[in-house]
């Protein structure tokens, strides 16, 4: 790694637990340009700023330096009091029309970080049975300002309420594995049928959220899916090993290695969670199945999640210039062959499964023009 990546990476960690920054890392130069960016492009301002925080005043920053970090943690702060107000009312609609609709990832993992408003918010996610997917869709969407185009092939609907952004989710498919989409499913209704759901208070508005084993594997089978599909950053494994650290005690471990190893991801798993310990700081005495035994591997991962940046923000997007038929070709030589592939020297058996997987889904998808 660079000296800025490890600086940037002492930070995020500094922001996270709120310990201080590794002992002299910042007493020598410190490109403070390059060290935005890279938290930028991670969507993790406001985590390294609360670092920043953290340092020796003498290895602080000028507040010329510091005016654009502290920019975007004041336009964060407001941006999730805008977007939590907006959920309130959305979910009491959701309540109201007495229909079980689950909020997933973003805004409900947000509540695990020290200042809940410091996590860079997307969108509000939805999550419904396949069943309920047209009623709630209906429910809601009358007073979207924009609609999106929709993806029935797996129930997936997103929408925009001015500057709020809404996606709504019948069904769980990653289009990773036939085997882990089916198996999800069933993990998904299972919990649905039996009503095991988390009730928070959400400022006043009880929202729904899965149970606790739903929601440890589905964060990183959520990581995982951006993974080997168009990139992801950091923000998404610290998301995780948030919410596994805080929900320890909660997670019934047997039935937590069963649905793993039933869903092929026990020795992602295990992976992931040694490089959240050795980079982002997480207690791994507090993550099942926690081990250092794939350290070899944290080096090339790393890597790829911080050229990747949040989402894949800093990979080369598709040209609007090809024909349409180009672009779809274009689209399965990325995301089937590149995306599934590039992970081979760390991940070679997963690599291949998922390759095949999305090659089943990328060929259906082709021919029948979505």
């Known amino acids: 790694m660079t000296l800025t990546e490890r600086q940037f990476l002492s930070l995020v960690r500094s922001g996270i637990h709120g310990s201080a920054p590794e ?18 492009a991670q969507a993790v301002v406001p985590l390294v700023t609360d670092g920043i925080d953290h340092l020796p005043a003498e290895e602080k920053p000028s507040i010329e330096v510091l005016e654009p970090f502290l920019a975007d943690t004041l336009a964060t702060e407001m941006r999730n ?30 509540r ?5 408003r410091h996590r860079q918010p997307g969108d509000i996610d ?52 036939v085997r882990l989409d089916r198996k999800l499913g069933l993990l998904m209704e299972q919990m649905f049928r039996g009503k095991d ?31 080997w599909s168009g990139g992801v950053g950091v923000r998404q494994l610290i998301d995780w090993g948030l919410f596994v650290t805080r929900h320890f005690e909660d997670l019934d471990k047997a039935s937590l290695e069963a649905v793993l190893k039933d869903l092929g991801i026990f020795r992602l ?29 944290y080096e090339g991962i790393l890597r790829y999640l911080i050229k990747s940046g949040n989402f894949g923000k800093n990979q080369p997007r598709e040209s609007r210039e090809r ?48």
């Not at 002992?23 to 930028?40: C, E, H, I, K, S």
């Not at 599934?340 to 090659?359: K, Q």
């Open 23 to 40: 002992a002299g890392l910042f007493r020598g130069p410190v490109d403070w340009n390059a060290l935005y960016a890279l938290a930028d």
């Open 81 to 110: 009091e805008t977007i939590n107000r907006f959920a309130r009312g959305l979910f009491r609609r959701i309540n109201q029309g007495g229909i079980d609709a689950l909020m997933v990832k973003g805004q409900a993992v947000a």
């Open 112 to 116: 695990l970080y020290p200042d809940s």
């Open 126 to 177: 939805i999550l419904v049975l396949p069943e309920d997917y047209a009623t709630l869709k209906s429910l809601i969407t009358p007073k979207a300002t924009a609609i999106d185009e929709e993806h029935p092939e797996i129930l997936h609907q997103g929408m925009s309420f001015g500057s709020v952004e809404v996606e709504l989710h019948g069904t769980v498919s990653t289009l990773m594995s």
């Open 197 to 227: 759901f988390t009730v928070e208070d959400f400022g006043g508005e009880s929202v729904k959220t899965p149970s606790v084993l739903f929601d440890a594997v589905y964060i990183l089978v959520h990581f995982l899916h951006h993974y």
């Open 269 to 297: 798993w295990q992976t992931f969670a040694g490089l959240s310990v050795a980079h982002l700081g997480m207690d791994g005495s507090r993550i099942p199945f926690c081990t250092d035994r794939y350290s070899r591997k």
């Open 323 to 370: 024909s349409y038929f180009g672009r779809k070709l274009h689209s399965f030589w990325q995301l089937v062959v590149c995306d599934r592939l590039r992970h081979f020297p760390e991940f070679p058996a997963e690599s291949l499964r998922y390759f095949t997987g999305a090659f089943h889904y990328g060929l259906i998808r082709l021919s029948e023009g979505v």
